[in-house]
């Protein structure tokens, strides 16, 4: 056993139920050639001992695939160092997905690698180590790692802002002089030997890291803004370092090397600052959070760690204190803002039985709570992973600035190697072509490119949620400005999806308590909306209800069921009409006409069908649907309703909202099949619905919407997700999209033109090695600062 081919892994298993499953697992591992396999039922994990010779873990996985079961990937966030530019991050991503089974993406912005692997395969410490050898540093991100990676960046930060003081003390008195030069001094104001001594701490002390940073790049096989840094200073410093210790007659550009460096370490303090408000949304977020809490425990109150609360812990909050974790209201009454969460400015009214959130507001009165959800398991958490999560993601326009930043660095040395040649042969002066050389190296940054798309994600995902909007990933949001058509369910995005009892029409045979009465009963087996209004109609009159045999329930249709030996019938008319009992078609149309729901109820009694009369149910529009759906269209997009309801209660419902087009009695199984029929017509289409029950049509549609309220939300059934109970969440989603790519861009356009125009005017001598390095410095700031403007973005209330 102590073969150097001998390995031991350790496989998370998905979808075991029993032990047998484990049985299984571990014999289909077991057959193969060289493996012992232990498989953990309780911790649903597979231990495995193999023979590498023989088989890998590709192999491993497959055996267990093959039984039946799933070996999820995992997903880390690496918090990465020593970066620079985009070309950096390119070569993390490239040094990271050469491990097997990884998929790896990079953010500059944040300086997170997100990266998604096989268990086995890899672990976090070859992640890490491959980081490493590529030049670079790097640690995992833990949940609570968040104020020790501020404190860490701060800590850093200050480093930097010391360095750059010393370095802009040493490089001020040659600037001075340097600008001597341009009043007409041609004599050096301060002795060589004196540049000299300023010049060199400040190119290998100060500017170490480009020197540093440029030799990991090489060695990982690439180029990045550090080797354009050091090979340009290093031109004009040893330049003029040779001048002066062979005290030849030509100008020394000490101070074009010193200025350089410091103005770089400037744009880069600028640039992480202007960074670090990219993600202010989040540290908003987290900052809400309360560090105590107050628990009740035998009677009495203790203040203690909000970490430490437990499920089902007591806790009071006081009138002005925020909550800190996610609970149910036992006592008391109170008003809450939640505007954290859901963008909504307004407070929600709280009693017995409300449910509340960790980090909203208590306004009023005293609350007693019991915790439901803590920790990494509250609303607030959810929401803060998954902004994260966007955060990092990339979206499919940064595609073409990652290839060109991959080839950017090797392409401007070129060019500039060829603005050496060219100029010292057209001018026969090779000081006038270093310089013109040192000035393209030092102009060309692809940190402008690498920062246009990242830092415009990282604001606007911080802001919608801010707003309420919680987008899923990057591509999500690019996807939103496309859309042309606008598929909205009915119930529950359109209405307040709380139907309510607004008629009952009994048979001249019954009572209007009677037919409720077998109305609810047959209904209690039932989880469809409109049965949960039925039963609370029949609650509020205090009936008791029949209990009931052979419950079947027909999807989008009715149910069928036996009470007190008697076959009943409960739907739509549709439905009775098939089992051949006779409707009253003008009353039905009446009620439909009024935007109602009709469903039937009938009886087989000794099998003669019998009509016992109607039930007729509201679902009120909510007070922003009319608003909403003219917002919608005048932002140029189409708004189809689908619904399972007749074509008359569908008119109804669409003429008050001014829906043009609609589809009625459309069955919860065709709704994916109608959203497909859109998209193959050539239009962009998005579908908004509850997030569970239309979840098949939301994974057909091209970007999807999930609207739901709190914890209840569905936060992973679609793109994007709506926290607020309102369709104009749609809207402001759309618009936030179409916001985010414009500054996209706009960011992409300057960084591109600022390349585009400063390289052939450095090449052509009409940039000054220093002013181009300033320049340089400023690229960056720019796209950041212009990204920061979406914080300006406001929802629609």
Aim: proline share 3%.
């Amino acid at each position: 056993m102590n073969s150097p081919s001998l390995k031991h892994i350790e496989l998370p298993v998905e979808g075991m139920t029993c032990a047998a499953c484990a049985a299984r697992i571990e014999k289909n591992l077991n057959k193969l050639p060289g493996v012992e396999a232990a498989v953990n039922f309780a911790n649903e994990k597979a231990h495995v001992n193999f023979d590498a010779n023989q088989v890998n873990t590709e192999t491993l996985i497959r055996a267990i695939e093959k039984a039946g079961f799933h070996i999820a990937p995992r997903t880390v966030q690496l918090q990465l160092h020593k970066m620079t530019c985009a070309a950096c991050a390119g070569h993390i991503e490239k040094a990271l997905n050469k491990l097997p089974g990884v998929t790896a993406t990079v953010n500059i912005a944040t300086e997170t690698a997100k990266v998604s692997f096989m268990p086995g395969e890899v672990t976090t410490g070859h992640l890490i180590e491959a980081v490493i050898n590529a030049g670079y540093d790097a640690t995992e991100i833990s949940e609570s790692g968040h104020a020790e990676e501020k404190a860490r960046r701060r800590a850093a930060y200050q480093a930097e802002l010391r360095l750059f003081w010393i370095s802009a003390t040493l490089t001020l008195p040659l600037v001075l002089q340097m600008g001597a030069m341009f009043t007409g001094h041609d004599m050096d104001m301060l002795p060589r030997w004196l540049q000299w001594a300023l010049a060199t701490p400040v190119q290998f002390w100060i500017g170490r890291r480009f020197y540093t940073g440029a030799w990991h790049s090489l060695r990982g096989g690439g180029a990045n803004m550090d080797v354009l840094v050091a090979l340009g200073t290093s031109m004009a410093y040893f330049f003029s370092a040779a001048v002066t210790v062979f005290t030849l007659d030509q100008h020394v550009y000490f101070e074009a090397s010193a200025a350089i460096i410091t103005l770089v370490l400037l744009g880069k303090l600028m640039e992480a600052r202007a960074k670090g408000k990219t993600s202010a949304a989040i540290e908003a977020l987290i900052r809400l959070q309360p560090k105590t809490a107050r628990i009740e425990r035998n009677g009495e109150i203790f203040e203690v760690p909000a970490s430490s609360l437990q499920v089902n812990d007591i806790f009071i909050v006081r009138p002005g204190e925020n909550l800190p974790v996610d609970g149910i209201v036992i006592e008391g009454a109170s008003s809450v803002n939640e505007s954290m969460l859901t963008g909504e400015s307004l407070p929600v009214s709280k009693q017995a039985g409300a449910k509340v959130f960790a980090a909203t507001l208590n306004q009023q009165g005293l609350l007693k709570c019991r915790a439901t959800s803590v920790g990494a398991h509250t609303q607030l958490a959810a929401i803060i992973h998954l902004v994260e999560e966007a955060q990092g993601s990339k979206a499919p326009i940064q595609r073409m600035a990652d290839t060109i930043s991959g080839i950017f660095v090797p392409v401007v040395v070129i060019i500039s190697i060829l603005t050496l040649g060219i100029t010292w042969w057209l001018t026969h002066e090779f000081v006038t072509a270093l310089i013109n050389a040192v000035a393209v190296l030092v102009i060309a940054c692809p940190c402008a490119l690498g920062l246009a798309t990242p830092t415009a994600i990282m604001v606007g995902t911080g802001r919608g949620a801010q707003a309420g909007v919680l987008v899923k990933n990057a591509a999500a949001l690019e996807h939103a400005e496309k859309i042309q058509t606008l598929i909205v369910d009915k119930t529950g995005t359109l209405t307040e999806g709380q139907p309510e009892v607004t008629d009952i029409v009994p048979a001249e045979s019954l009572s209007a308590q009677e037919l409720l009465h077998i109305a609810a009963s047959l209904e209690q087996g039932s989880e469809h909306p409109l049965a949960r209004a039925v039963l609370d109609r029949a609650q509020k009159q205090q009936l008791s209800l029949q209990a009931i045999e052979d419950f079947s329930a027909i999807a989008g249709s009715g149910i069928t069921a036996r009470m007190n030996g008697i076959q009943y019938l409960l739907g739509s008319p549709k439905f009775l009409t098939q089992h051949d009992i006779a409707v009253n078609e003008e009353q039905i149309t009446a009620l439909q006409a009024e935007g109602k729901t009709v469903i039937g109820v009938a009886s087989t009694a000794g099998n003669v069908p019998q009509l016992l009369g109607y039930l007729a149910i509201a679902d009120r529009l909510r007070d922003t649907s009319i608003k909403a759906i003219k917002q919608l269209q005048s932002m140029g997009i189409e708004v189809i309703m689908l619904t399972g309801d007749n074509a008359v209660t569908a008119a109804a419902i669409a003429k008050r909202t001014g829906i043009t087009q609609y589809h009625a009695e459309v069955l919860p199984q065709d709704k994916a099949a109608e959203v497909l029929k859109m998209k193959n017509s050539g239009q962009f289409t998005a579908m908004v619905g509850d997030g569970i029950n239309d979840a098949p049509a939301l994974a057909a549609a091209d970007v999807s919407f999930a609207i739901g309220a709190g914890s209840d939300v569905a936060i992973e059934a679609a793109d994007i997700t709506l926290i607020r109970n309102d369709l104009m969440s749609v809207a402001d989603a759309i618009s936030l999209s179409r916001a985010t790519l414009k500054k996209i861009r706009q960011n992409l356009f300057f960084a591109f033109v600022y390349n585009i125009l400063g390289i052939p005017l450095a090449a052509m001598g009409m940039l000054n090695p220093v002013i181009a390095g300033a320049a340089m410095a400023m690229s960056s700031v720019s796209v950041v600062s212009n990204s920061l403007l979406l914080k300006r973005w406001q929802a629609n209330h």
